[in-house]
T-cell receptor
Framework: AQKVTQAQTEISVVEKEDVTLDCVYE???????LFWYKQPPSGELVFLIRRNSFDEQNEISGRYSWNFQKSTSSFNFTITASQVVDSAVYFC????????????FGAGTRLFVKA | EPEVTQTPSHQVTQMGQEVILRCVPISNHLYFYWYRQILGQKVEFLVS????????KSEIFDDQFSVERPDGSNFTLKIRSTKLEDSAMYFC????????????????FGDGTRLSIL
């Protein structure tokens, strides 16, 4: 069965600190897709990144970077030089490629960035 | 950029009443979804819809829930007799492909409808 675990419920950092949000997933499929979404206080879900199971190349986008490690079933997200605007709940999610329709979300990590 | 739109943004309903949440998916998308997020909790899959029928549903999606695509643009979620525990944010999503996984874009989410049951 699919499962996404975000063990960190809340993280609090001071502005300009780097922060890593952990995500561990479980799936029986060999083809699957991993996502990160940001949910700011306004409530909408903002898509950040998608990775497929065949592509373990890490990705960097500005201050954001993602580390995908199939060997440990992890897909961690790092924010470099955090800013107050990064304060939000971040969700890691999994979609199986073997014909599944749904996306399974982790419980989310609430990030507080203090000025 | 095209987006999924949901109306209303906030719905307040008396317990036991029927409620319909409305969504307009992205026009060329073929797969439609509803998700629920109870306050402070994770986003949970409710149902997916393709080719005018439910393709997958979760155990949350019981007989009180139904979905419909009444015309070429709208996708609705109906809760027949609302309960207090139905209070949540409901997200509609759409995708070009199954699970949003095969295209360059994942499922596109609307901004959600906050449903409050009194």
């Amino acid at each position: 069965a699919q499962k996404v675990t975000q063990a960190q419920t809340e993280i609090s950092v001071v502005e300009k600190e780097d922060v890593t949000l952990d995500c561990v997933y479980e799936t029986r499929d060999t083809t699957y897709y991993l996502f990160w979404y940001k949910q700011p206080p306004s409530g909408e879900l903002v898509f950040l990144i998608r990775r497929n199971s065949f592509d373990e190349q890490n990705e960097i986008s500005g201050r954001y970077s993602w580390n995908f490690q199939k060997s440990t079933s992890s897909f961690n997200f790092t924010i470099t030089a955090s800013q107050v605007v990064d304060s939000a709940v971040y969700f890691c999610a999994l979609s199986e490629g073997g014909g599944g329709f749904k996306t399974i979300f982790g419980a989310g990590t609430r990030l507080f960035v203090k000025a | 950029e095209p987006e999924v739109t949901q109306t209303p943004s906030h719905q307040v309903t008396q317990m036991g009443q029927e409620v319909i949440l409305r969504c307009v998916p992205i026009s060329n998308h073929l797969y439609f979804y509803w998700y629920r997020q109870i306050l402070g909790q994770k986003v949970e899959f409710l149902v997916s819809f393709y080719n005018n029928e439910i393709s997958e549903k979760s155990e949350i999606f019981d007989d009180q829930f139904s979905v419909e695509r009444p015309d070429g643009s709208n996708f609705t979620l109906k809760i027949r007799s609302t309960k207090l525990e139905d209070s949540a944010m409901y997200f509609c999503a759409s995708s070009e492909h199954r699970g949003g996984a095969y295209s360059n874009q994942p499922q596109h989410f609307g901004d959600g409808t906050r449903l409050s049951i009194l």
